[in-house]
């Protein structure tokens, strides 16, 4: 049975993003500044919230696929050594193959795509930017004793200061991909001769 009073509750409580959206449009701010801060810094935290969701889901299924897959094999393999049937234990033995298979290519996957670190990095990004958006609003840290204008110009050079940032840290991370990738098919190409 589903329970409408808490069901209630999620609804009347409001996201981190809308409680800001409501609070930037308080300030004293131009129309210009506010769209600035709801479009570009909150649009920027959505990604980065929605790209290290994927990224944790990606690593978590891949660890989840390697541990299972890992202890299938071993399992197949102890078990393959008691059946005294041939057809039977050949079965066995191409099962433990196929999914130590899966686990070797989801394992070298994540290896190349890194989702974990990726997961954590745009989790920081994510967590920076919310935190000088609320120094913002609040005018603490940099922003204390600030008129806003002024408060203003710095929280969006912060801002235009991190995205590039962020963006030559994915870049240079794909960069080493790419080169580890080409180095592997150099290396299987070289060792196939």
Avoid at 102 to 113: D, G, N, P, R
Avoid at 166 to 191: P, R, V, Y
Wanted: include cysteine.
């Amino acid at each position: 049975m589903v329970n409408n009073t808490s069901q209630g509750k999620n609804e009347a409580i409001k996201s981190e993003k809308e409680v800001l959206k409501e609070i930037i449009q308080n300030l004293s701010l131009n129309d210009t500044q506010k769209n600035y801060l709801v479009s570009r810094l909150l649009g920027q935290i959505d990604y980065m919230e929605n790209k290290a969701s994927s990224c944790k889901k990606k690593y978590l299924r891949s660890q989840i696929i390697t541990i299972l897959g890992g202890v299938t094999v071993t399992a197949l393999v102890g078990l393959s050594t008691s059946i005294d049937d041939k057809n039977i234990r050949n079965f066995v033995g191409a099962s433990a193959f196929f999914v130590s298979q899966v686990v070797t290519v989801t394992s070298a996957l994540e290896q190349l795509h890194k989702n974990n670190e990726l997961w954590l990095f745009y989790r920081r990004s994510e967590e920076y930017m919310k935190s000088q958006l609320w120094h913002f609003v609040e005018s603490t840290g940099s922003y204390e004793n600030l008129d806003q204008d002024t408060a203003f110009r710095i929280i969006v050079k912060q801002a235009e200061e991190i995205i590039p940032r962020d963006l030559d840290i994915i870049s240079a991370k794909s960069s080493e991909q790419q080169t580890k990738t080409e180095t592997l098919k150099q290396n299987e190409s070289s060792s196939s001769k």
